[in-house]
């Protein structure tokens, strides 16, 4: 099993920043890569930015060139560096991690305001 907690949402103006933290527990060796995914009301959740254990990283076309996924220097530690953002950023924010299964953190919500 594999627990995350997600933190560093919060409110902000369009073109401000915002970093977010992802922190896992448990069986945390067996995670092969871990994500950021987000979810606006109305909408499926979909994948923000990905990170794998050998540092490979993907990003959703609509957040490259702002947002910057790293790991932190203990493996389970995840991060989420968004710039520029938008009021189309506006979302919940959930941290995954992958090992034989998925697991989800329980979110951090994003309001962008314009």
């Known amino acids: 099993q594999v627990q995350l907690v997600e933190s560093g949402g919060g409110l902000v103006q369009a073109g401000g920043s915002l970093r977010l933290s992802c922190t896992a527990s448990?069986?945390?060796?067996?995670?092969?890569?871990m994500g950021w995914y987000r979810q606006a009301p109305g909408n499926q959740r979909e994948l923000v930015a990905r990170?794998?254990?050998?540092?490979?990283?993907n990003y959703a076309d609509s957040v490259k060139g702002r947002f910057t996924i790293s790991r932190g220097n203990a493996k389970g530690m995840v991060y989420l560096q968004m710039n520029s953002l938008k009021p189309e950023d506006t979302a919940a924010y959930y941290c995954?991690?992958?090992?034989?299964?998925?697991?989800w953190g329980q979110g951090t919500q994003v309001t962008v305001s314009s």
């Open positions: 995954k991690a992958m090992t034989w299964r998925h697991f």
């Open positions: 448990g069986s945390i060796t067996s995670i092969n890569s």
């Open positions: 990170i794998s254990n050998g540092g490979s990283t």
